[in-house]
């Protein structure tokens, strides 16, 4: 099926904040912004939900933890005990800093690799680029066309906000 | 996210006589379980003093004479012998662990007693016990003081804007340094049943009492010095209080950046002398307690302590001022903030904790070691872990969420719990060194109470006494607008 | 949108837009390296080869051609491993802590000092392993299955926890600076042509600049810099931790997490400085990378090394205090023994010199600011080649005192890794933008100069309580958003 798009082209993040702000208000829903970096309060704008990747690295926080603390004690106590100068094998505040870093490795590892799964990113990937030069200075409004009077309308705020340039685009998908 | 652009107001904090009676009250009440502590206190040992005296003189004859006045040497391997069960405890069987007991059971008392009995001053331990409590609190509501105007000084340093019209909070907390002075100076009489340096002789060749190890530390700890010193520190901190407050209501007056700029000034000085100071105030008032005792990295523990409960005492006030329709551009963004600092000095304290138990555990060194023995193995083993939990763990896990941190309701849950926690925590540093195992509650949340009411009555005064804003400030605008 | 203050210096200085900073950091790239690249790669490409060739050298012959003796086993590459770790540590404290702490200004300098970071852990990581001896056998320090019965790795010492401290910390130092990295990717990739497009648009993950990923990205940095805060600290505390868990006197001593951590911090601003002044010279980006920037770092310099002149004497009181002799003479020995001449190089180099920079016209001087930085970089060399060697070399036995003195081996292959150290960087320099591009545009509007001006004159018309741009909508553009940990 094939969609199609209204893409406003901007040069300045202001325009394109109040923009989305207005079409969200007339209840167009805003498809995607592309801009070359993070506009602080877009997610607001356009409404989205806070990530839940924190609660992802949460959870790889207490399974990296587990993991360390079940790896050292499963090795240093149960498997193979080295005696030390007689002292006993479990040694609670050594465990401390290995415990800590395998935390911190595999929460951060474990959530990267979330955040790169569920935003479609990966090396070598033909990314769905919709103007080259959203990665220098031009932020995009997308906006799904269903039908007529969602154009008009979408053009008209476009306009007003004073977008530089309004193309379509449609896609195969 | 929203905000319109800002018609502000500078408001005025009155301090009505409600208040104060209430304040009034707390004191009251504060006093009188106290007093009813140090009652029992005194009559629980009198009633007991046969077999516990008895005992614990008898104690101290046995291990003091080998332990603390013989050499080092030999010391060394008495305590050794002692405290090596730190870590074996684990293997032994069940005699073993009884004996272990035994051992530590007597090391504490060793430790404790030692340093008050032995030094001439064979005096009652409700006596010792009333002025660990003057010197805990002392040092607890002293600490949150100095914390205010460091805190103040930090962000004229760092350049830090989001906090501008928050700071007359903490800046008012200065205003409790002259008071902690004088309830320093209180202090005196009794610092002797407190600091075993001070007792008779101990520095002295030849006097029953004579110490070779506090012998070789008479250079520092002296009594004319560590007077010297205790007057250098607060004559240093009320300056410095002095000068940024007066810039700061200078700059309500007149406007301009002139003052501002003389307040980073003032501030970068005022924390180079901080630091110093606050080492020696560490040193010196808790520190020299353990006097056999010593950790390098103690000042800085300190200091983290000493730092939560700062932004503790900050978000208490800010919200207890907001209960009464005052502050209100201190938004969630502002506690934020202030949430993220608690969870993150609570870590840092955490930190600094493990790095002077892990040394000293893995090293087991018995100079060392002596200072954990009561803590770790002996009487206070259960507060040991609740001081790790309640100071960690707690705010650790409860203020991980963004919202725990934002909303005003869920952190007074946290001021609570940590205001009591580093409370704890400088009870754990202070009592045993003192107390030995005679330690309690009773007297002790008198006199926290009695305290809290003091110390409301200053900073309230204080804050009536300025706009609650610095409207001045060129950063204030960045304040009241604050969003993350 | 809210104007930051007025007393706040710019952060970008000039007339910039978007597409112009874009020209500005790119340009690098783009253009063929020139003469003083290729010679500067040269040279440190050679050094870097010398290093390598010692260290071939040192595996056929052994440890023996080291100048280590019985008493003195750790001395120098054991102190060229802290230095370098410590060197990394500013980095991470840029990228991570200052990003927590909301300071604009990292966004000039970040992620220079994210790849100095990698780089200077990548020649730390050099020097275990070449000391354990036998380096094909490294991996039996990690917890391998083996057929020595179950021979597990002892997770009580200490050296093992470095194992895993300086590995975990070089991944999320890689991970975090490559995340950083995708969207300037995507920018070269946008402009380039060719096979070079080919390149950067595989390197480039697909980065499309969509809201929706961007909302994302910024809580994963966030995320990752909570992460990498009390990592920083972990790491450099782990490291001192090799010496203070021992009972050696001037090793065993409570103060060395902190004290570590703060004199990591502290040399690796002082490489920081190195770095950054002569790239802004090299590369034009003096308007990127201002004189207030420079500033800034040197009031970090002044306050981690007065932390650290702090700890010395910290140290020296308590070996006093503490009553105990053999601590005693080992701080007595340090400052008037035999190495005394390093004790005093190092307490010139980290303690009076950058206290100079309490003087405004040293503070906001590239060149001044150059020279104090690489006193400090030798004064930091010199902490841990006193703290380790003369430590050691005076131990309990005096019949076995010994001096310690490194051979050519030893110098050299310390000489080869800055060798590499310059070659990656420069390598880095010219492949990469040395700015975190996407992320000083997020400060162009608040903190740019010609913005600043404008804002200024608005508030002389009058009009300052009111928001120029956009009432409704408040967007006090802090570069990042709320920690969440």
Known sequence: MSKNFLLGVYDDEQPVLKAVNELRIKGIRVYDVYSPFAIHGMDDAMGIKRTRLTVAAFIYGVIGCTLALSMMIYMNIFDWPINIGGKPAFMGPDFIPVTFELTVLITALGMVGTFLYVSRLAPGIEGNLIDPRVTNDRFIIAVEIKNEEIRRKTEDILKSYGSLEIRERVTEK | MAHHPTE???????????????????????????????????????????SHGEHHSSVVEQNIPSALTSNETESKAEVAGETEKLQGEQTTDSATVQATETHVAEANTHSAHAEGHEGGHHGPIWLKRFWANILLNNFYFIGIAIFGVFFVAVQYVANAGWAVSLKRVPESFGSFLPVGFVLMLLLIPGMHHIYHWMAEGVSE??????????????????MPFFLIRLALIFGIWILFYTIMRKLSLKEDEEGGTKNYYKSIRTSAIFIICFAFTLMMAAWDWLMSIDVHWFSTIYWVYTFAGLFVSGFVATVFFLIFLQGRGLMQHVNENHFHDLGKFIFGFSIFWTYIWVSQFLLIWYANIPEETLYYVPRFLGHYKVLFFVNLFINFLFPFLYLMTRNAKRASNSLSTIVLVLAFGHWLDLYLMIMPGVVGENNGFLMEIGFFLAYLGIFGLVVFKALSKAPLVPKNHPMLDESLHHHI | MIQESAVRPPL????????????????????????????????????????FALIGYLFVTGTGVWGLNKTVGWA???????????????????????????????????????????FAVMCAGIFPVIHTGRPWLAFWMLPLPNVHGSLWVNFNSPLLWDVFAISTYLTVSLVFWYIGLIPDIATVRDRAEGLRKKIYGALAFGWNGSARTWARYEVVCLILAGLSTPLVLSVHTIVSFDFATSVIPGWHTTIFPPYFVAGAIFSGFAMVHTLMILTRSIFKLEEYVTMYHIE?????????????????????????????????????????????????????????????FWFNSIRKSAVATFIISIFVNIGMWFERFVIIVTSLHRDYLPSSWAMYSPTFVEIGIFIGTFGLFFTLFLLFAKTLPVIALHEIKTVLKTSGEKYKQAAASRVEKGSAGESPVMPEISLARKPQQETEI
């Open chain 2, 8 to 50: 502000f107001k500078v408001e005025h904090f009155t301090f009505d006589d409600k208040l104060r009676k209430t304040l009034i009250t707390l004191i009251v009440v504060g006093l009188v379980i106290a007093g009813l502590g140090v009652f029992m206190a005194w009559k629980g040992e009198n009633a007991g003093h046969d």
């Open chain 2, 205 to 222: 060749v030849g006097h029953p009492n004579y110490d070779k190890i506090i012998a070789g530390k008479s250079g520092y700890l002296n």
């Open chain 3, 12 to 51: 970008v200085l000039g007339d910039k837009t978007y597409s112009q900073m874009t020209e500005d950091i790119m340009k690098p790239l783009e253009t063929k390296p020139n003469l003083l690249w290729f010679g500067a790669f040269s040279i440190a490409a050679l050094v870097m080869t010398m290093g």
């Open chain 3, 76 to 118: 120098w590459d054991i102190t060229n491993f802290v230095f370098w770790v410590g060197i990394g540590h500013a980095g991470t404290l840029i990228s991570a802590v200052l990003l927590l702490f909301r300071q604009k200004w990292r966004t000039s300098i970040n992620r220079a000092a994210e790849a100095m970071t990698i």
């Open chain 3, 296 to 356: 800034l770092m040197n009031i970090v310099i002044i306050i981690t090394g007065s932390v650290v002149g702090l700890a010395y004497g910290t140290e020296f009181f308590i070996a006093w205090y503490s009553g105990v002799e053999y601590e005693q003479y080992a701080f007595l020995n340090r400052a008037f023994g035999p190495f005394a001449w390093a004790y005093w190089t190092m307490i010139t180099c980290n303690v009076i010199t950058p206290q100079l």
